[in-house]
């Protein structure tokens, strides 16, 4: 069964243009799967699709093999870590970690043990009792990441989690976000403009352009052999 499948997936904003031109993609479930494509080309709106956070124009979304189209965000059991994350600045780390567990009335023993062991995973247990503005950007970060962890999600959505780190912090955060993804095994889709992030967090990258998906494929088969000089100049595959 698919992680995530998309067919004919098709966007158009109120008023607006089509932005999403009828995409087909079938993600595995467990896969790490990168989008990468220009400014505009749609990618965030994708992913807002899959999330539940924008309506579809025409086609299907299926997580784990479910129809979501019609579903609310709440009830597609996906965690989210989006670029300008924002954490609750009156509240310590481990409220931030706690609080979506609280809304869902999970018991306080098992939102202790999840907030312990994310806050492990991510070496912020010294940090718990810690608001926000107390952090580093770095440190934040791992914050939002704890806070898609805690919820023990099926899907995973990063959208440029990473892009308002510095090189160093971004780098350190890269190799995290890989070794979570060994750990806990969720379906991932991580969008970046980033080709390091592309190269080596992806099981598959897939390439956007203007709506539209260019190329699919290993990171080894998309540097090796691009479709176009398009495509080459995202992995940085040598002309
Ligand atoms: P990306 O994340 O790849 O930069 P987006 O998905 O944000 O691209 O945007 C894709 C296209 O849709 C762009 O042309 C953008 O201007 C347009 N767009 C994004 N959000 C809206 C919106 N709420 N209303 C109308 N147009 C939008
Ligand atoms: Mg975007």
């Given amino acids: 069964m698919s992680g995530v499948k998309l067919e004919g997936v098709v966007k158009q904003y109120e008023g607006g243009l089509q932005v999403i031109h009828g995409i087909d993609l079938e993600i595995r479930r467990g896969e790490f799967v990168v989008f990468v494509g220009p400014s505009g080309c749609g990618k965030s709106t994708l992913m807002r699709m899959v999330a539940g956070l924008e309506s579809i124009s025409a086609g299907t979304i299926s997580i784990d093999g479910r129809v979501v189209n019609e ?36 018991p306080a023993a098992d939102i202790a043990k999840r907030v312990a062991d994310a806050a492990a995973i991510l070496k912020i247990t010294h940090l718990l009792d810690r608001k926000p503005r107390a952090l580093s950007g770095g440190q934040r970060q791992r914050v939002a990441m704890g ?93």
Wanted: glycine share 4%; proline share 6%; net charge positive.
């Fill in 147 to 239: 806070r898609a962890i805690v919820r023990n999600a099926k899907l995973f959505l990063f959208d440029e989690p990473l892009s308002n780190l510095d090189a160093l912090l971004r780098s350190e955060m890269r190799t995290e976000i890989k070794k979570l993804h060994q750990r806990i095994g969720a379906t991932t889709i991580y969008v970046t403009h980033d080709q390091v992030e592309a190269m080596t967090l992806a099981e598959r990258i897939v390439v956007l352009d203007a709506g539209r998906i260019m190329q699919v494929g290993t990171p080894d088969e998309i540097y090796q052999r691009p479709v176009s000089r398009f495509v080459a100049g995202f992995t940085g595959s040598p002309p």
């Fill in 71 to 106: 579903l609310p965000p709440r009830e597609r059991d996906i965690a989210m870590v989006f670029q300008d994350y924002a954490l609750y600045p009156h509240k310590s780390v481990y409220d931030n970690l706690a609080f979506g567990l609280k809304l869902r009335k999970t």
